[in-house]
């Protein structure tokens, strides 16, 4: 199964100053709406590839909520990361014939400041260690915008890689194989970016390399990096800017 990003996850506590850090960082940040529970807001960084960045605070306490536990315990960060399935309910009985128990296809949707109202449906594995899937309902342009809103200041033109923190490489190793039905090994290849076709790279950090964020936020991502246009600056973006997310730039 080929599955390319959707998007990646930040949580915060802050969501105006969280916006207001991105952009002077050179994003074009622009505002997603309330999550239909309504217990969450949120504001997306739109890339020319196609993916996203959402960064989500929380109106009030979720503790069923994976994300905002880890958010409650440690902060503000990277709590996870979404594929684009072709169609959820056959990627999902794949995977569950290939032996990984998902949880779904379960609706979702956000009603956006202009009022449109967005729905999708998402599956998710037991651990952390995996993305969830999510795949729309409404046409994922209404969820994804499209036009200048990809274009930022900064050049950046994608997300290049992901970089995941697992508490035992080998046996994550295995559950993306039954996710992904390939044999990943370490470095796992999504399918081609949504638009530019480009790669994209989920790498396993074990404890030998990322035992500090393991026991600070549990198995999840812990940083990223996006391709910029030539020209542009590479290099990791101020922490104090970016939440405390390690974010990297290389050239596309």
């Known amino acids: 199964m080929s599955l390319s990003l959707d998007h990646v996850v930040?949580?915060?506590?802050?969501?105006?100053?969280?916006?207001?850090?991105?952009?002077?960082?050179?994003?074009?940040?622009?505002?997603?709406?309330?999550?239909?529970?309504?217990?969450?807001?949120?504001?997306?960084?739109?890339?020319?590839?196609?993916?996203?960045i959402e960064l989500i605070a929380f109106r009030r306490p979720n503790p069923e909520f994976r994300w905002w536990r880890v958010l409650d315990r440690a902060g503000d960060g990277l709590v996870d990361f979404a594929l684009l399935p072709g169609d959820i309910v056959a990627d999902v009985a794949a995977a569950k014939a290939r032996g990984l128990a998902l949880e779904g296809p379960t609706d979702g949707g956000r009603l956006r400041p202009d009022g449109e109202r967005l729905e999708w449906r998402t599956a998710r594995a037991a651990t952390s260690d995996l993305p969830f899937l999510c795949g729309d309902v409404t046409p994922r342009r209404l969820r994804v915008p499209e036009g200048d809103v990809r274009r930022h200041a900064n050049g950046a033109l994608g997300v290049a890689g992901i970089e995941i923190a697992v508490a035992d490489p080998a046996?994550?190793?295995?559950?993306?194989?039954?996710?992904?039905?390939?044999?990943?090994?370490?470095?796992?290849?999504?399918?081609?970016?949504?638009?530019?076709?480009?790669?994209?790279?989920?790498?396993?950090?074990?404890?030998?390399?990322?035992?500090?964020?393991?026991?600070?936020?549990?198995?999840?991502?812990?940083?990223?990096r996006l391709r910029v246009a030539p020209g542009s600056a590479t290099g990791d973006l101020d922490p104090a800017r970016t939440r405390g997310v390690r974010i990297g730039r290389v050239p596309a």
């Open 10 to 52: 930040i949580a915060v506590r802050d969501l105006e100053r969280t916006v207001a850090d991105y952009a002077a960082l050179g994003f074009t940040v622009v505002p997603g709406g309330e999550h239909t529970h309504g217990a969450s807001h949120n504001a997306l960084i739109v890339f020319a590839d196609g993916a996203y």
């Open 171 to 224: 046996a994550s190793a295995r559950r993306y194989e039954a996710l992904l039905g390939t044999d990943p090994g370490a470095s796992i290849d999504l399918g081609p970016s949504i638009n530019l076709g480009d790669g994209q790279s989920v790498t396993l950090l074990g404890p030998d390399r990322a035992g500090v964020a393991l026991e600070a936020r549990g198995e999840g991502p812990v940083s990223l």
